[in-house]
């Protein structure tokens, strides 16, 4: 048995060297013959000794079992988004904002090469790849760490033996674009919808509810940060070196500079060179390279004041008008998109752009088989900037003309006055509008429903659901008749459908997809409305004394109400036992003595184990209080979870602004 135990030891450990030298390095040492001989032999010792198997083994990458859905995972420091610079200008004020800062000290600026993939968050325990989560919400993110598993380039234990024993690593999942090309081409030749870009690819294929389908497509990952561990370097580039070390991918396009004009002789260099490079890019970052500085620099709400990202001009290339699609959206709206003879650009093949609207194809004067400019919007959404007049000829086609009808129904478009758009008026019998209505009322932040637009139109296209309301009359025996929909995944979906009728008023109100009422002006309503009979009783003229309630959104509610079928289908959600309206507890804060957040702004930080950041916010809004992103002076507490920010901490110290823990919160407001 020991030298079983032995054999698998050097197998897996040639394996992960070979893995290494071929998806880090790029510089393969075996012939895949040969590797494929070591993974199989593995493979049979292993299935000999299932009690030997480990979860780093290489063989454990792919598994061979559906998941049902992803768990949530908060995020231990806040995955943040960064400020975007445009210019050199800017890049300028950035620097010396910096050097100010530290007081004309000397500091380095660590430069590397922005990825356009899908931000991770690999966790380590003990060396071994523990999870990978999602960006997110930045708080919290979706736990894919059987998908990242099936990542060649992203090792299931780390490499040595220095590192720390529980580590967080975060980085970029990308689709390359030789496979993102290949991926394209085989959905094409089987009938199904192309991915836009390879940054759209690499998100959908992350959130498969089989790693064995991720497998295949062959994703990249680079890593490019390590938040906390003050065990380690002080040096941001050292760090990276480090995790170079543990073999984590770790991009060769990385500088430091020790000057402004080293920072642009690196921005030159790479918005050439980057155009070579097998993967997607859309700019460079700019971080300090202290971490102690960094923390000394801080945070904003929204990013951190110690980095920065600069975007390259996008990318224009000349192509011709082949056609024009009109697609119809959930509230109706006809949006125009062009048909290209496929064109390079940024790397992928473009072969659709976006037109706007009708007054855009008139001030353009498109004709069909013209030669226009196509460049990408944040090198992401190709979109038309101009037509090549003096390519046109006489035997260039007619113009371009928008549609008096309906693509999808046939009805008679209206354009309200004052607006671009164009709206097809049939929301009921209209199906893109129908199963667009019932995606955004499924969404995270309405009825919260646990389903996708695929299972959607599955169930649209089987007359299952014709609407939201018949959501609410499916069963799991029903569901598992259809194809692709397994016992469990049906019973999943029942439960979430059961749970969402137990949603906040202000989410189901917002999930309706009145015009112009987002998640904000929801809140408002059910502040001054206690339930929804009431709020659709209420008048114009009531309606426009509401503060942040103006004569737009006010005529779009009574729009909304006044429509027969908008209100009957208000009476089948109410009827289904859905909350619209708020709790008496809730309504009963009108009261000035229930009031005790009266008055009071209040910042909140960190994670809690009681109840979500969403929560806390509603339940601060609910009792008077004011929410803020950012201390001040004119804070009057903070709401401190676990891992609260250590510049809010900081912040919050040097303006003597009171901290207060979940359990201090929930005593004054009487909750725990």
Same mark, same amino acid.
């Given at each position: 048995? /020991? ?214 497509? $062959? ?9 906390? $561990? ?7 580039? /050292? ?11 770790? %991009? ?9 004009? /080293? ?82 650009? %940024? ?148 439960? %979430? ?83 619209? %309206? ?91």
């Amino acid at each position: 048995m /020991e030298r079983i135990e032995e054999r698998i030891r050097e197998l897996r450990n040639e394996i992960d060297a070979h893995n290494y030298n071929y998806y880090v390095l790029s510089q393969p040492t075996i012939e895949d013959r040969d590797f494929d001989f070591l993974m199989k032999e593995l493979q049979q010792l292993e299935a000999a000794h299932p009690e030997l198997i480990t979860p780093d083994s290489p063989t454990q990458r792919v598994g061979s079992d559906k998941t049902e859905g992803f768990s949530q995972i908060a995020h231990r420091y806040p995955m943040l988004s960064l400020s975007n610079t445009y210019n050199y200008d800017e890049v300028a004020d950035f620097y010396h904002r910096v050097e100010r800062e530290l007081s004309g000290r000397n500091f380095d600026i660590i430069a590397e090469l922005k990825f356009d993939g899908l931000s991770i968050s690999l966790i380590y325990k003990h060396g071994i790849l523990s999870h990978a989560v999602t960006r997110g919400d930045g708080q919290y993110g979706d736990d894919v760490t059987a998908n990242v598993r099936t990542i060649r380039s992203i090792p299931l234990k780390l490499r040595g033996h220095d590192y720390p024993d529980d580590i967080e690593i975060r980085g970029e999942i990308l689709l390359p674009f030789a496979r993102f090309n290949a991926l394209n081409k085989e959905r094409e030749q089987n009938g199904e919808p192309l991915f836009a870009n390879p940054r759209n690819a690499a998100s959908g294929t992350l959130k498969q509810l089989d790693p064995s389908v991720v497998a295949k497509r $062959q994703m990249d990952a680079y890593f490019y940060y390590v938040p906390g $561990q003050p065990t380690l370097p002080d040096s941001h580039y /050292e760090r990276l070196m480090d995790c170079k070390h543990w073999g984590l991918k770790i %991009s060769d396009a990385i500088a430091r500079c020790h000057s402004l004009q /080293e920072v642009y002789a690196f921005l030159d260099y790479w918005d050439v060179a980057r155009k070579n490079l097998p993967v997607a890019t859309d700019g460079v970052v700019l971080k300090v390279d202290s971490i102690k500085e960094q923390e000394q620099l801080g945070y904003t709400a929204k990013s951190p004041r110690w980095a920065i990202a600069y975007k390259y001009q996008a990318e224009q290339a000349r192509t011709k008008l082949v056609s024009v699609d009109y697609q119809v959206g959930r509230t109706g709206a006809i949006t125009p998109v062009a048909n290209l003879e496929p064109v390079l650009l %940024s790397g992928t093949v473009v072969k659709r752009a976006s037109l706007h609207n009708a007054d855009f194809i008139r001030d353009k004067d498109l004709h069909i088989g013209d030669y226009v400019l196509v460049e990408k919007g944040g090198e992401i959404i190709p979109k038309i900037v101009g037509t090549d007049l003096t390519a046109r000829t006489e035997s260039t086609g007619e113009a371009v003309t928008f549609p008096t009808i309906c693509p999808a129904c046939g009805t008679p478009l209206v354009r309200q006055h004052g607006e671009a758009a164009y709206y097809c008026p049939d929301s009921v019998s209209c199906a893109p509008q129908q199963k667009g209505r019932i995606e955004h009322f499924c969404s995270r932040k309405a009825a919260d429903i646990n389903i996708g637009p695929e299972t959607i139109d599955l169930l649209y296209k089987h007359h299952f659901v014709n609407n939201v309301s018949d959501l609410y009359d499916l069963t799991a025996p029903q569901l598992i008749t259809l194809p692709g929909i397994q016992k469990k995944g049906a019973s999943k979906l029942v439960a %979430s459908i059961e749970k969402s009728k137990d949603r906040p008023f202000h989410a189901l109100l917002y999930g309706l997809g009145i015009r112009y009422v987002g998640e904000t002006v929801a809140k408002t309503l059910t502040k001054a409305y206690s339930d929804i009979d009431s709020l659709r009783a209420a008048t114009f003229e009531e309606l426009i004394t509401i503060p942040e309630i103006g004569p737009k959104i006010a005529e779009s509610i009574r729009i909304y109400f006044d429509n027969y079928d908008n209100n009957h289908l208000v009476d089948q959600l109410l009827f289904k036992g859905l909350n619209f %309206s708020r709790p008496v507890q809730e309504a009963s804060t009108s009261n000035a003595d229930t009031q005790v957040l009266a008055g009071k702004t209040v910042v909140i930080s960190g994670v809690f184990r009681h109840h979500s950041r969403d929560e806390y916010k509603e339940l601060v809004e609910s009792l008077g209080g004011k929410m803020s992103s950012s201390i001040s002076p004119k804070t009057d507490f903070i709401l401190a979870g676990e891992n609260m920010g250590p510049s809010k901490l900081e912040k919050a110290k040097q303006l003597g602004v009171e901290i207060k823990s979940e359990d201090d919160f929930r005593a004054l407001i009487g909750e725990a």
